[in-house]
């Protein structure tokens, strides 16, 4: 419509309309603008009450951060982060892969969620996940991103990982344990699998030495190690080196942990090797076979705190299992070691056995079920077949087969092995065979059984026989000689003092009745020489009978056939004393002696040599003689207090007199045992079979 073509009224009226127009315009801006602004204050009102972190960024600068955020991020006001770019707050690790991201998403609406670690303005880091999405503001388009903190879920995520990795490697041991041939494979094996499964940094594990400081030795281990073994060293007892995990886990038999190297351990030496590998904690266990501590497992971690209770759990089940394996692969290998020596030694039995001269079999049940080589020789067999299921009691001759019964029921009911029985055979020329035969439980094939190693002693029986015959003989002719002797000495001790004693007699009666007639001369000084001669033919006269007498009692002393055993060794004994100077004392509780003449004369001589004995050797002041009935013996003791004798003096060669004493106890079947302490003196105890 033209308005000039309008009139007045109808000009204002269009004016009024416009009006009319442009106010409910203005009212309807008004009321817009008024929603805008509550909209805009709920905006933000609900996103400052917002739980989750909400950042409002422009090109990457930060427009906005809610309290949210502020508290997440450990500052006092969102006026921190204004004017900050956004790369501010990512770790420098993630900050490449990031801005990537941004760049690609630059024209996205949304984009995905991205998970990362961060550090709060304290330093303390924490695990988050953003969602970036655009926004039109009246400045422009701009980035909103939410922020939720999911440290908890993540640490949850951590430690379950460990668990699974904890239990994956426990089992992958148990099933090295299955497969691993030595001790060796499984412990570098099982170090292996910790480090490569559980994800550790480095594991080693070592054996207690048996030396004076206890050394630890690494014999396995897997990971960043880098010479760290070659640098420390690990002992048990008292020293610094001692003091580490790995000491502390094998001297006291448990679990010790290092949670934080940096504040929990004091050597800056051992702490500097650690960190430049990357080590910031680490645990130890004691390696245990039964009661027994062998070595330990050491785990190292390059983060700090990581063994909390429950991995701490997981990993000792871990090191028992390694205990375990180590236990059983060495029980198997000495199982197998038995084996071989059992083997070994099968072998070189049956070898034994074969090549043994004796004859060897073993029976069950008294049928014979092995026969070696000699035996088929001893039992002229054809073959062991021939030999295998016949009777033992066949082969033994009838007059023997109740003493070997017989010493068969005495070795079951005490000895576990038969002694010997001797079985005399007669070959088919005639001639002795002598046979031994000894016997001892054994098993055989599972099964108990019995052994019997029989062995031809024919020329060891002959030789006895020999050797005791000559013996007999010899004995024979030291009785006949000592008996020879004595009658001997009987005849000349008779002889002397009857024949020779008579003609001294005669003499000095002779000598009197010079002395008489001399007298009667007149001439006195040939009477005075006559005296002197006679006088000393007289002296010299009497000085001779004492001799003969001397001599006839030293052959032969007449006490003995006079008066008897009992009255010879007390007239001895106190010529000993007279003669020697040594103090003798006689303890005589026998009335009489049942004896023969040649059985009195033997023990005197045993006394006469032990008296001999004592003046010659043994420095003793005092003697003491008793002669006591015992058990249907005499027992004869002679004690002296001198130096003692010792057994090289009884073994000597040439102790003749010992001898003698011996021999003569054999005379009369007794017996005679001489003992003797250093500087306590000597006993001669003879035992003297009384007639029956």
């Known amino acids: 419509m033209d308005p000039k073509k309008l009139s007045k009224a109808e000009l204002l009226s269009e004016f009024l309309k416009a009006e009319a127009k442009n106010t409910r315009l203005s009212k309807k801006l008004k009321m817009t603008k008024t929603e805008l602004d509550e909209t805009r204050q709920l905006y933000h009102s609900l996103v400052d009450l917002s739980p989750e972190p909400i950042i409002l960024h422009e090109e990457g600068i930060i427009t906005y951060a809610n309290n949210a955020t502020v508290k997440l991020f450990a500052l006092e006001s969102n006026d921190q982060f204004i004017g900050r770019h956004i790369m501010e707050l990512v770790p420098p690790e993630y900050k490449e892969m990031i801005q990537n991201k941004i760049n690609q998403d630059a024209d996205a609406y949304k984009t995905e969620p991205l998970t990362l670690k961060a550090k709060r303005w304290d330093g303390a880091e924490f695990y988050l996940e953003s969602l970036g999405q655009s926004v039109s503001t009246g400045r422009g388009k701009s980035v909103q991103v939410i922020i939720r903190d999911i440290t908890k879920q993540k640490m949850t995520e951590i430690e379950l990982r460990k668990v699974n990795r904890s239990l994956e490697a426990l089992s992958a041991i148990n099933q090295t344990l299955i497969r691993a041939k030595t001790e060796a494979d499984f412990i570098e094996e099982s170090c292996r699998i910790i480090c490569d499964i559980g994800g550790y940094l480095m594991t080693w594990i070592g054996y207690l030495q048996n030396d004076s400081p206890g050394t630890v030795k690494p014999v396995a281990w897997k990971g960043k190690e880098e010479g ?25 038999g448990r679990t010790y942990v290092v949670q934080n190297l940096e504040t929990e351990w004091a050597d800056p030496l051992w702490k500097e090797t650690a960190f430049k590998r990357g080590y910031r904690s680490i645990i130890a266990f004691p390696v245990k076979i039964d009661k027994y501590i062998i070595g330990s497992i050491a785990i190292y971690s390059e983060n700090e705190n990581s063994f909390d209770k429950e991995e701490t759990i997981l990993l000792e089940r871990l090191s028992d299992d390694i205990s375990f394996g180590i236990k059983t692969l060495r029980a198997k290998e000495e199982k197998e070691k038995a084996e071989q020596f059992l083997r070994e030694s099968e072998d070189r039995y049956r070898s034994l056995i074969e090549l043994s001269p004796e004859a060897i079999i073993v029976h069950s049940e008294g049928r014979i079920m092995y026969a070696n080589n000699s035996t088929l020789k001893y039992l002229c067999a054809a073959s062991r077949e021939e030999l295998i299921g016949q009777s033992m009691a066949d082969l033994v001759p009838v007059e023997y087969r ?24 007669t070959s088919p020329s005639g001639a002795p065979i002598y046979l031994e035969a000894v016997g001892a439980p054994v098993r055989y094939l599972g099964q108990p059984a019995g052994q019997v190693i029989i062995r031809d002693i024919t020329a060891r029986k002959l030789y006895e026989e020999e050797l005791k015959n000559s013996r007999e003989q010899l004995r024979s002719l030291s009785a006949h000689l000592q008996e020879a002797r004595e009658t001997e000495r009987t005849r000349v001790a008779r002889e002397i003092h009857d024949e020779l004693g008579q003609y001294l007699t005669g003499l000095k009666m002779d000598i009197s009745m010079l002395k008489d007639i001399a007298e009667e001369l007149e001439n006195g000084e040939n009477k005075k020489l006559l005296f002197e001669k006679i006088e000393s033919a007289s002296e010299l006269l009497n000085t001779t009978v004492h001799s003969v007498r001397k001599l006839s009692t030293d052959l032969r002393p007449a006490v003995l056939d006079n008066l008897g055993l009992l009255a010879a060794i007390e007239w001895q004994a106190e010529e000993f004393q007279n003669r020697m100077g040594i103090e003798c004392s006689c303890f005589l509780t026998v009335d009489e002696l049942s004896l023969p003449p040649d059985h009195a004369t033997a023990v005197f001589r045993i006394f006469q040599e032990s008296l001999t004995n004592i003046a010659k050797h043994s420095q003793a002041s005092r003697v003491s003689i008793e002669l006591r009935e015992e058990d249907k013996s005499y027992i004869l003791e002679i004690k002296d207090n001198g130096k003692g004798i010792s057994e ?27 003992s003797g302490n250093d500087g306590k003196g000597t006993t001669v105890s003879v035992i003297i079979p009384a007639l029956k």
Request: net charge neutral; aromatic share 6%; glycine share 8%.
């Open 228 to 252: 760290y073994l070659n640098i420390i060293k690990v002992t048990t007892d008292d020293s610094p080196y001692s003091k580490g995990p790995i000491g502390q886990a094998v001297k006291n």
């Open 402 to 425: 109740d003493e070997i019964h017989s010493k068969m029921k005495e070795a079951k009911e005490s000895a576990p092995s038969i002694d010997s029985v001797q079985m005399k055979f």
């Open 648 to 674: 090289e003096d009884k073994n000597k060669v040439n102790s003749f007199g010992l001898l003698g004493i011996q021999e003569r106890t054999h005379l009369f079947g007794g017996s005679v045992v001489i």
